[in-house]
Every structure is written in C-alpha cells, then in structure tokens.
C-alpha cells in the first residue's frame, strides 16, 4: 500500500493525520459536464423545466454537496470552507451543461474532494430534475483541473 495514505502499514483504512501540516490557503477547481438530447436542452435553456430553474437548482445543491463532502466520503476531513462557487455553462456543442467547482480554504490539507463533490452533486441534480423526460442523460469527466497550496504545491491538468 505504499504511497497510498489513507492504509495504515497493515493496509487497514484509517484518516491520514494532518496535525503536523502546515495551515495554508488552498483551492481546488473540478469540472465535468452533463450530456443530453438536443430536446432537453432547449427545455432547460428555455427555463421550461416543470421541476424549476434547472441551473439555479443545481448551483446551490453543488455548493451545499461540497460543503457536505466530509459527511459523503468515509475519512474525508471536515474543514472551514470559505467559498465554493459552482458554474453551469450550457453547451450547444454537448449538448449540455459543462460545470465548473471552486473551493477554497485555509488549512492543513485540500478541498479536491470538496470541488469533486460540488461538480458531481451539481450535475446529480441536473439529471433528477430533467429525467423525466430524457432518462438517457450522461454524466462524465468529472476531474481535478486545479490544486494548489500545502506541501504539494500546484498541479494543473493538461
């Protein structure tokens, strides 16, 4: 298990100890998109979703699902979240809805997860609130983009 830092050296799972790392400001910045047929989005651009504002809707459920990140993934620090900020950018092109995570803090370890969680619950609620009449949405790409702070330093995607 070496490398991995959530196995202890007997490979049992445990929270990594992050009392010695330094507080830091960090951020994190994740995206993936939601595909769907063309019908569907024009519903949503168009605002005629019978379940509401399709794009406010999932704006505020990625940012309570980042901060509820901790409650989610088994061994996922709780930390003091200072801003997320998720963006829904409709795509013609897809069709669908690219969307974009922010997250930052100051402390001992990063908010991936918190960007990762934001992104995913967003587009989660995007599907619930069409799949009634496109069942056959897909969500994919979700990913880390941006990292930066602590010891690590930044890391970028390509």
């Known amino acids: 298990m070496a490398g991995l830092t ?14 010695d790392k330094d507080v830091t400001a960090r951020v994190a910045v994740a995206e993936g998109h939601i595909r769907m047929a063309p019908q569907t989005f024009d519903l949503i651009a168009e605002g005629r979703a019978k379940k509401g504002d399709v794009l406010s809707v999932a704006r505020l459920a990625g940012i ?48 991936e997860m918190e960007a990762l969680t934001a992104v995913s619950v967003a587009a989660l609620t ?13 969500i994919g790409g979700i990913r880390v983009v941006l990292k930066d702070g602590g010891k690590s330093g930044r890391y970028e995607a390509t």
């Open 6 to 19: 959530h196995f202890d050296g007997k490979g049992d799972a445990h929270m990594v100890d992050v009392s």
């Open 126 to 138: 995007v599907y619930d609130m069409a799949k009634a009449v496109d069942r056959a949405m897909e």
């Open 64 to 111: 309570m699902g980042a901060k509820k990140t901790p409650d989610l993934i088994p061994l996922c620090h709780p930390l003091p979240v200072t801003r997320v900020a998720v963006d829904l950018t409709l795509d013609p092109d897809l069709p669908g809805i690219r969307i974009e995570g922010t997250v930052k803090t100051t402390g001992q370890t990063g908010v």
